[in-house]
């Protein structure tokens, strides 16, 4: 098993993306602690992998709160030395329209999902990246965070913001340690998250989420330079 005996920790986990990657991740046997605002989603993915021989921590939260990050992280931190593996997938949409009509409030929650708690995480968890002897850090982000498009201002602006952080971090760890970056664009994916961007396409035109699992898989199990893009097809 390629993560045999490490750690790693799922944003976003109750679908998509984060929960096949999970349940990826658990099948090649890491330990994976998944997070989400809704505790029954996160039952039913932790039940897949304990089905399929696997282990599984559920930590049910709201990134968005303040002090939720903290909590998770002290409490990791009790039961394990070290984090070899920080999936940063966890996100929100919001609304699509033109940068003029951009709702404050809403725009608020965006930042606050997409950047402020992704940069608590990986304060909170650079401790325990630091003591593994391999730890890695993807972080989910889009083709509209290098590209900018009509309509998609606010959601684009804070992946480019995501994507700057988490590259300044990998260059601020570069020689202080083993930890490694890398930006992932899973590019078409089968989420309820493009379902809502995209109402009228056709699900099976595009691909499953399992097919951006696989991938992180072989990236994580590869010797990747920080700092890396990978394009997910």
């Known amino acids: 098993m390629k993560f045999e005996g490490q750690v790693a920790l799922v944003t976003g986990a109750s679908r998509g993306i984060g929960a096949a990657t999970a349940i990826a991740l658990a099948k090649e046997g890491a330990h994976v602690v ?5 505790a029954k989603d996160l039952e039913a993915v932790e039940e897949t992998i304990h089905a399929a021989g ?9 990134l968005t709160d303040g002090d939720s990050i903290g909590r998770l ?14 999936i940063l997938n966890a996100a929100m949409l919001g609304s699509l329209g033109p ?13 606050t999902l997409n950047l402020i708690a992704q940069q608590a995480l990986i304060a909170g968890f650079d401790p325990m990246l630091r003591k593994s002897d391999n730890a890695r850090l993807l972080a989910i982000s889009s083709s509209v965070g290098r590209k ?17 952080l988490v590259l300044s971090y990998g260059e601020e760890m570069r020689n202080l340690g083993k930890l490694r970056t890398a930006i992932i664009d899973p590019g078409r994916t089968r989420t309820k998250m ?24 072989e990236i994580l199990a590869s010797d990747f330079e920080t ?3 990978f394009q997910i097809n």
């Open 99 to 111: 940068v003029t009509a951009i709702d404050g409030k809403e725009f608020n929650q965006v930042l």
């Open 54 to 62: 696997g282990s599984a921590t559920i930590a049910p939260l709201d």
């Open 227 to 229: 700092g890396e893009f």
């Open 34 to 38: 998944i997070t989400a605002r809704t």
């Open 148 to 164: 900018p498009r009509a309509f998609w201002g606010a959601y684009g602006a804070s992946k480019a913001a995501l994507e700057t």
């Open 194 to 217: 493009r379902a809502h961007a995209y109402p009228g396409e056709d699900p099976a035109s595009v691909k499953p989420p399992e097919s951006v699992a696989d991938r992180l898989l």
């Open 73 to 86: 992280a002290a409490a990791i931190g009790e039961r394990w030395k070290s984090l070899d593996i920080l």
